[in-house]
């Protein structure tokens, strides 16, 4: 990780994003990261802020994938959006999987070979419907070539609440057990997207969301499902 990334990582955490949160959400924390080595982190998708709850749950940097459209969009806009998330260290993916999502995944594995913390929303979406849905297989994969543990978080409370106050709305970061890879790793293909099936049924059942095996809408695969 660069100097610059982790000045702008510090800086967002301590003075621009993170104080903000903290107020918004009055996140409660169960469990623990570890602080150092490499890990990869899933969790469902219901706001745009869950990303950054989890790593303010971490407590330490971790790296994304981020929409290849948030580095694409022309304008002063896009190039200030451009600048942020290749300062904090995302990762650019083509949402289409299959070889196109290949190189981001590339990237997601040296990350964590390198000792460094990989989060995803494996169901490459939020949630509009408030279930949580069909993942895609990308956190599994990299687990297993890496030999890193797969750890399944919670997130609850991030979703608009209707008409809820803002002293009633509280984040909940839930940070489980690391997910046991074992029983599927030799079953290839077919056993890295059961173990996939596996991962998101147990982040369902400890959020309390409906699980539906369908993709969510708003991301479809052009390719085989291979992120």
């Known amino acids: 990780m660069s100097v610059g990334s982790v000045i702008c990582y510090r800086l967002c955490r301590h003075l621009l994003i993170g104080p903000a949160l903290y107020g918004w959400g009055r996140p409660r924390v169960v469990g623990r990261v570890p602080r150092l080595g490499p890990v990869v982190l899933a969790a469902n998708h219901l706001a745009v802020v869950d990303s950054f709850y ?65 989060g995803i929303h494996p169901e490459g979406s939020r949630s509009r419907d408030g279930d949580i849905h069909r993942g895609r297989t990308g956190a599994v994969r990299v687990a297993m070539a890496t030999g890193a543990p797969l750890i399944p978080v919670a ?32 079953g290839g293909a077919a056993g890295v997207r059961a173990a996939t099936d596996a991962l998101m049924a147990t982040i369902a059942a400890r959020t309390g969301q409906r699980y539906v095996d369908t993709y969510s809408t708003s991301w479809q695969p052009t390719a085989p499902d291979a992120a």
């Open 54 to 118: 989890l790593t303010l749950a971490a407590r330490r940097h971790v790296v994304f994938l981020a929409k290849r459209e948030y580095f694409d969009r022309p304008g002063i806009g896009g190039l200030l959006r451009r600048a942020f998330f290749t300062a904090v260290g995302q990762i650019a993916v083509d949402r289409r999987g299959g070889a196109a999502a290949s190189s981001a995944l590339d990237a997601a594995i040296a990350t964590v070979e390198a000792g460094g913390a990989w």
């Open 155 to 186: 997130i609850t409370g991030t979703a608009r609440s209707g008409a809820a106050p803002w002293w009633r709305r509280r984040v909940v970061v839930e940070i489980l057990e690391p997910f046991d890879l074992a029983p599927y790793r030799d």
